[in-house]
């Protein structure tokens, strides 16, 4: 934490403090949902957007010239940090992230690099440092981010997105010393990475482990998840931002998530908001929950769904509107400048 108040909306929220109005941003704000980005992606291919620190500076702030949001997130994706691990990505058009030599063996995680970020990430840390010279001035904090180390580790190992993470749990249930070999590489590595972001200036950081929760059960998150999250959530005490902790599929154990660390608890859609900060605690700060497929509906069942978050988060300090996942790319760009001003206007004091 810094010394000082912070007065932007978005960190405020963060610490808790009072604001005069609900901070809003959008997981995936920028992407293929809006043309300025579908443009540039015609031009370029993922991976070259994302290693050029002048195009991912742009990417970053294409959502943030078209709509009044109170953060932006820089542009990368959470599996880049794989690559300088020695696996070998590719974003395949039309079908996603593809690894080409995924995990098999114990052999296969013993081999797995941990270089240092300057090493493997650096044209990340270009872009935060143009990207916080263009919002400083306007007072926008940016939000770093990494994946958490099992939602990574099931790309590694199942070499792609997956529906039922089968190779990931066989290889966590079947060679636990290997599984926590592998753990503590990525911790090593994402802690690096995140803590070198906030140092090229991210003024907030999110952890995202999308699929733990789609992928196990509460016990087995508390032994094979819980205790890798917790000791990256305290590496990345030194980095003096709050930390965002993002999941989903976790409802049922949501106590167990917060306990592993981060000043904001990021949930999904499938909890209301109120329920879910109960089980979170009052005392720290929440991120949600609007379902994004509700911005493929008329406006009027948008504003209800929009209403409910609101209600439920019943104006108490630390909460930050955005979504319970990710935007759809068939989202309509009207909606989303709608749904960012109907926040402000409707929740402010
Ligand atoms: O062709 C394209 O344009 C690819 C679409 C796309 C985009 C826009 C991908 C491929 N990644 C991204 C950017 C991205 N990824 C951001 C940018 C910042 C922002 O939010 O505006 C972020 C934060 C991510 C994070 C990310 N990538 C996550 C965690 C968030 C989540 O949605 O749960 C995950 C799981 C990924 C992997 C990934 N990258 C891309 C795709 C299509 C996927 C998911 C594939 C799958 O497993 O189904």
Redesign the pocket.
């Known amino acids: 934490m810094t010394n000082s108040e912070p007065t932007s909306r978005f960190l405020r929220a963060c610490h808790r403090l009072p604001i005069d109005t609900t901070p809003v941003w ?7 949902y809006m043309a300025e ?2 443009t540039l ?1 015609a031009k370029h291919s ?1 991976l070259e ?2 290693t050029t620190p002048e195009l991912a500076a742009e ?2 702030l294409q ?1 943030i010239e078209a709509f009044d949001l109170d953060a932006a ?7 880049p940090p794989l690559i300088g691990m020695g696996l070998d990505l590719e ?1 395949v ?1 039309g079908k ?2 593809v690894i080409h030599n995924p995990i098999s063996s114990a052999e296969d995680i013993k081999r797995i690099l941990t270089p240092p970020t300057e090493q493997i990430l650096s044209p990340t840390l270009e872009a935060i440092k143009l990207v916080t010279q263009e919002l400083e001035p306007r007072n926008i904090p940016l939000i770093g ?1 990494a ?1 958490a180390p099992f ?1 990574l580790a099931s ?1 590694a190992i199942e070499g ?3 529906k039922d993470y089968a190779k990931t749990k066989a290889l966590m249930y079947s060679d636990p010393a290997s599984w926590q070999l592998l753990m503590e590489k990525l911790v090593t590595v994402q802690a690096d990475y995140l803590l070198a972001q906030a140092k090229a200036g991210a003024a907030a950081l ?1 952890v ?1 482990d ?2 733990a929760g789609l992928a196990l059960g509460q016990e087995s998150y508390k032994r094979f998840v819980a205790p890798y999250n917790t000791s990256l959530f305290k590496m990345l005490r030194g980095a003096s931002v709050p930390v965002i902790n ?1 999941s ?1 599929g976790t409802t049922s154990y949501l106590e167990d998530v917060a306990a592993c660390g981060g000043e904001v608890i990021g949930v999904d859609f499938r909890m209301p908001l109120g329920a879910a900060w109960g089980k979170i605690g009052f005392d720290r700060a929440i991120q949600g929950n609007l379902d994004p497929m509700t911005l493929l509906a008329p406006w009027s069942e948008t504003q209800y769904h929009i209403d409910q978050v609101l209600d439920q988060a019943a104006g108490r300090p630390g909460h930050i509107f955005n979504l319970g ?3 759809h ?1 068939t989202t309509p760009v009207e909606n989303v400048r709608r749904l960012v001003d109907y926040i402000h206007v409707q929740s402010s004091n």
């Open positions: 959008l997981m995936r704000q920028a992407g293929r980005y579908r992606r993922m957007m994302i990417i970053t959502p997130i820089i542009f990368a994706d959470i599996l974003f058009p996603g992230p981010f994946g939602t790309y792609g997105g997956s999110q995202f999308s699929w993002f989903t996942h990710g935007l790319k």
